[in-house]
């Protein structure tokens, strides 16, 4: 046991199961540790959701909770019912059908943790809740049915119409389970620590719930008492009777739990019924069996018996529409629900108004302008001043391309650049680019800067240019013209004529020197080297 975490065996506990690949053994073991506090609320939610699963064996869990119950340990046992009562409330109905079946009761009746005082003490509480766990189970197997979770209430509540036979062997297994959580008796002054507390948190919540199906079959009982026989009148007083020794014992519990600090809203009022109906009742039964009632004075008349009942039902209603209010949480009526329900209307229609201000993307974009949205300049190539080549007419022409002296901008403006007018708007665009410069041109092309002339605008360099002086033999009027233009078919067209492919030109091209370098005889070679040696002596 420990006070301030896990223990030594309960580390080595979860290390061997998480060795072995056992996650659902690990999650018991976690939720069942000596710390003396109450199971935590992951691990509980984890079993929870493991009770949902199709593929986790309801058996094995169940098992391995059973088997932290025999742990010496009173802090394991404890914590193990608080688990298995939990996943009994809240987890799958197949928990609670699994442990009906398997018709085996828990066996701690002589249960006794001897290592400590508080062991002692804690003793008598984990056999009295052992006890009623057992009933739960029972009453599940007896009548197939969880009365923690039927649907309480007039409005078609399950013991509000059920028959009256039906109802006479049902209230008995309910006393049954009832009496069950009533023996566990506990006052304040025992509830001083988180295990025990735990336990009783959930015994207050079933309590709550037994109660108000109680009261719905006594009700019900009431109502059709003055129509049934001697032998079904008999039964029935005497289970009206049990109705009134338990209501003063729920009382004495509701009276512990308020003393522990349970929010009095959370605990409903307990109104009795009159005396003067149990007279009635017993005035009744007297009368079908052919005896005088046993109290004093005239026999009530039949009108009066149904005065008395029709009294008690209404206070008994009372009990069920409190038991039913605490049992489902805080209502809230009609007006109120509709209230809220425009209130978040409201806010929502609100949030909506203000949604396009805050959020940028809810904004509707601006209306665009006809003319053509201005792209990125990929190529940092000046926007032109003028409208598009493209949009050209007589009265407005396109204006020419402008010259420049950088080859970069002449490749890359050889008929207008389209891309140079997109995000004018976002602001002015650089005249370079970081990737195209002329340093980058001279580099590639062994041209520099300087050599590019004004006057015609060498773009290749000498590459295309007529070698042995064609420029100069052709004696054209238009030799310091312009090769390339700003247009690509008339460029083109100036480097095609410049060419001469005619006859003079092919006279200049084969009267000319050689072009190539004169052939040499390879040193050291001689086709005839005897000759050389043997020379005539007359030459």
């Not at 080595?12 to 069942?32: E, N, Y």
């Not at 009365?147 to 309480?152: A, G, L, Q, W, Y």
Request: hydrophobic share 40%.
């Amino acid at each position: 046991m420990s006070q301030a975490g896990q223990t030594i065996n309960d580390r080595i506990l979860a290390a061997k199961h998480s060795l072995a690949g056992q996650g659902l053994a690990k999650a018991v073991c976690k939720a069942t540790t000596e710390e003396i506090i109450g199971p935590k609320k992951k691990h509980l939610d984890y079993l929870l959701h493991c009770t949902n699963e199709p593929n986790v064996s309801i058996p094995t869990l169940a098992n391995l909770l059973i088997e932290r119950t025999l742990n010496p340990s009173w802090v394991v046992v404890y914590k193990g019912l608080i688990t298995i009562h939990h996943l009994m409330c809240y987890g799958n109905e197949r928990f609670t059908q699994y442990l009906a079946s398997s018709n085996s009761n828990f066996q701690l009746s002589n249960f006794l943790d001897k290592t400590g005082v508080q062991g002692y003490d804690m003793s008598p509480f984990i056999r009295r809740y052992a006890k009623y766990l057992s009933e739960k189970s029972v009453s599940y197997r007896t009548v197939a049915l969880d009365f923690c979770k039927v649907k309480r209430g007039k409005d078609g509540g399950t013991l509000r119409t059920m028959t009256g036979d039906k109802l006479l062997k049902t209230l008995p297994v309910l006393q049954a389970q009832i009496d069950g959580l009533l023996e566990f008796d506990c006052t304040s002054q025992d509830l001083n620590n988180g295990v025990i507390n735990s336990s009783f948190m959930l015994l207050f919540r079933d309590l709550i719930r037994l109660f108000a199906c109680y009261n719905d079959g006594v009700i019900n009982l009431l109502e059709k008492y003055f129509d049934m026989g001697k032998k079904q009148a008999r039964d029935a007083l005497d289970l009206y009777k049990k109705f009134l020794i338990r209501m003063d014992r729920v009382a004495e519990f509701l009276k512990v739990a308020e003393n522990v600090g349970i929010d009095k809203g959370d605990i409903p009022d307990l109104a009795k019924a009159p005396s003067s109906l149990l007279e009635a009742l017993e005035g009744h039964l007297a009368s079908l069996e052919g005896r005088k009632p046993g109290s004093g004075g005239t026999t009530p008349t039949q009108g009066g018996h149904r005065v008395n009942v029709a009294a008690a039902v209404n206070v008994l209603n009372t009990t069920s529409n409190a038991f039913g209010t605490a049992a489902n949480g805080a209502a809230i009526d009609e007006r109120t629900a509709q209230k809220l329900l425009e209130e978040e209307a409201a806010a929502m229609e609100k949030f909506r108004e203000n949604a396009g201000t805050h959020n940028p993307f809810a904004v509707a974009p601006p209306a665009a302008a006809e003319e053509t949205p201005n792209i990125l300049d990929l190529f940092g190539v000046a926007a032109p001043a003028g409208p598009p080549a493209w949009e050209g007419s007589a009265d407005h022409p396109a204006p020419a391309p402008v010259g420049s002296d950088k080859a970069s901008d002449d490749l890359l403006q050889l008929a207008g650049n389209p891309f140079a007018n997109m995000l004018n708007g976002f602001g002015s665009v650089q005249s370079s680019s970081p990737f195209v410069s002329d340093n980058s041109f001279s580099n590639v092309f062994g041209q520099p800067t300087s050599a590019v002339s004004t006057g015609s605008a060498a773009l290749f360099g000498d590459i295309m240019q007529p070698s042995g002086g064609v420029g100069a033999t052709n004696g054209s009027k238009d030799g310091g013209a312009k090769v390339l233009t700003g247009d690509l078919d008339s460029s083109l067209a100036n480097l095609a004529s410049n060419l001469s492919f005619g006859p003079s030109g092919n006279k200049s091209l084969i009267g000319g020197p050689a072009r190539g370098p004169p052939m040499a005889k390879p040193a050291g070679f001689n086709p005839f080297p005897q000759q050389q040696q043997m020379a005539h002596p007359f030459m």
